[in-house]
């Protein structure tokens, strides 16, 4: 089979793959997953290292990937994740290799992720005051999460990208500081609206904080200038200046009231090997099935190729839009994979 790319009907081509690892997550964010999970993903569901090395390696040889993300759920906790890196690196050496992680017990295993293969890491982080983390996170473990970042940006897994979900009335007043960390510590802070997905299914858009919101509040300590050049990347990027000195630089995210839907270049796998066009979608394609059926890569590509094809305009619907039409994925974001 030639090399075919991941073209959908509106000529968007994927060449990022978002490749959950596992579902499994040692926080309990209120945004994201209940303070009591009934339970995880069987580990006989899960995609172990050879298939997860496998798609990836049909996924960019065959249909044009670049860029490979490992994703969760909450990827550290996966007692062979350097294991995996390593693996994909010696395969696809020439693919880059990031992960998204919570950034606990990233202290440990930093070093050992950068000399495996992995590139750079985002680490979600959305308040250093440790109320507040408490608060979001049900769990009070911020020093952790705050050596984890000191410990990627020793590694060389730079830039350090930290992502930030704003939330109106828990950490919108804390957001200057977390700026101003990031500043001292030379990582980049995305911003990031809250999106209809996860456990909770109370979202209103009257609680969401805006992008521009996040930007006017920035604006009162530094003075924002756009970064040019933003092709298909989902942040919107400004350099923070001030007294006449570049200080560093943040992003904005803004998938609810400034959607990015029309230079979407993503595609995804959850840890249990099933494929989605988008994260809102509906539909799945159980690839991990092929996977375990015999199918060969020829037959796995064809499946992937047919999925993207089908892509929806906008989040998960070609009406598009969060409106009357829009309905939440059933499977919460860890499940899904970030």
Request: hydrophobic residues 40%.
């Amino acid at each position: 089979m030639s090399h075919l790319p991941l073209v959908d009907r509106f000529g968007r081509v994927a060449t990022d793959l978002r490749l959950s690892v596992t579902d499994v997550c040692n926080l309990r964010c209120t945004y994201c997953l209940p303070e009591v999970v009934d339970g995880w993903l069987p580990r006989a569901e899960v995609l172990d290292r050879e298939e997860l090395v496998r798609l990836a390696r049909i996924g960019t040889r065959t249909l044009g990937i670049e860029k490979i993300r490992l994703t969760g759920g909450e990827p550290l906790t996966r007692p062979d994740l350097v294991e995996i890196v390593a693996d994909l690196h010696r395969a696809l050496p020439e693919v880059e290799l990031a992960l998204t992680t919570n950034g606990l017990g990233l202290a440990r295993k930093a070093g050992a992720l950068r000399e495996a293969g992995l590139s750079r890491v985002n680490v979600s982080l959305d308040t250093v005051d440790r109320h507040t983390y408490a608060q979001i996170t049900r769990r009070g473990r911020l020093d952790e999460v705050l050596e984890g970042l000191s410990a990627a940006v020793a590694a060389g897994l730079t830039p350090v990208k930290v992502n930030c979900v704003p939330t109106r009335g828990i950490n919108d007043d804390g957001l200057l500081d977390l700026v101003d960390h990031c500043v001292e510590t030379g990582c980049e802070l995305r911003f990031i609206e809250q999106m209809p997905i996860g456990a909770p299914r109370d979202w209103a858009r009257e609680n969401l904080v805006t992008a521009q919101e996040v930007r006017a509040q920035v604006a009162t300590r530094y003075e924002l200038r756009e970064v040019p050049a933003r092709g298909a990347a989902p942040a919107e990027l400004f350099d923070l200046w001030r007294d006449g000195e570049q200080m560093g630089r943040i992003g904005t995210i803004a998938s609810v009231t400034e959607p990015f839907c029309g230079s979407c270049d993503r595609t995804r796998i959850s840890a249990d090997g099933q494929l989605r066009s988008c994260l809102f979608s509906q539909d799945e394609t159980d690839l991990r099935g092929l996977l375990r059926g015999g199918a060969d890569d020829e037959q796995i590509a064809r499946a992937w190729l047919g999925t993207m094809a089908a892509k929806p305009r906008a989040h998960g619907s070609d009406a598009g839009g969060f409106g009357e039409d829009f309905v939440q994925p059933e499977r919460p974001m860890n499940a899904i994979g970030g």
